[in-house]
């Protein structure tokens, strides 16, 4: 059992000066008043006495956090500011934040550019800003993060290209860019993600190719590159993914032919390829794939007959 002998004073003015920012129409935080403070409501220490998570999530709080109050807790290693009402614009830059490792504040209104210096937190693994009202470009330096195993940065008005500084990120697992205002091609830097195993990227405005060094992306299980600008043919190095249950390539304007290497893909469950150009006749091994709940490819330029194996395949449904 531990004694807390308390945060210091530091810590302790931290809190209240980001109580004073707050607006709290549920009295969430009404026991935010005085020492010990290790007991209030969404605030947990280590055994030094020291700050280490502070969970302001499901409060329907408003109002504005400083970046002086949140450097004012150097121990902390979980904010999570998740579901609130938050309309503000983030501090422009957060220092002093090395020892965090989830940094979560999703479903909220913030809005403005994202902060600069999560990059130099060397423990962070969860960085979750979904569901925002973001302007501007993607945080590159968060590709110096390289302990990162979550980035979720879908739902927002982000512009421009995916840094190539992501590339740095090889513990991550899942990879979130979806619902943005993103363009440019896609990096054929993201097949250097050795770890990842979700892909959600669409529902943005990328053009281009898809880059075949994907297929070297062999533990992703969900590939999400639907509604979008990407045009050629759909690279036969996509076969190469041993796991993958997902693949969403809809709305698009993908063109050529499907390659027969998608039958390759044993473990797949879920295939649209629906609303693109793409011709040519439906390969024979797609009927390869037993695991197949989902086949769509309506609205393509396909022509010939729905080989029969397909079609007599039960587990198959159609949209």
Known sequence: MFFY????DDELSALLSIKSGLIDPLAALQDWKTSPLCNWTGVRCNAAGSVESLNLSHMNLSGVIAAGDLQGLPSLIYLNLCCNSFTSSLPKFFTNLTMLKVF?????FFVGEFPVGLGKSPSLTVLNASGNNFVGRLPED????TALESLDLRGSF??????????NLKKLKFLGLSGNNLTGELPAELGQLSSLEKLIIG??????????ELGNLTSLKYLDLAVGNLNGSIPGELGQL???TTLFLFKNNLEGEIPKEIGNISSLTLLDLSDNQISGEIPLELAQLSNLQLLNLMCNNLNGPVP????????????
């Open 104 to 108: 979560d504040i999703s479903e909220n």
């Open 158 to 167: 982000f512009q421009g290209s995916i840094p190539t500084s992501y590339k």
């Open 203 to 212: 529902y943005n405005e990328f053009e281009g190719n898809i880059p075949p």
């Open 142 to 145: 968060v590709g110096n993060a």
């Open 242 to 244: 041993p796991i993958l």
């Open 308 to 319: 029969a194996a397909i079609g007599e395949a039960n587990t198959v449904r159609s949209p």
């Open 5 to 8: 002998a308390g945060a210091g």
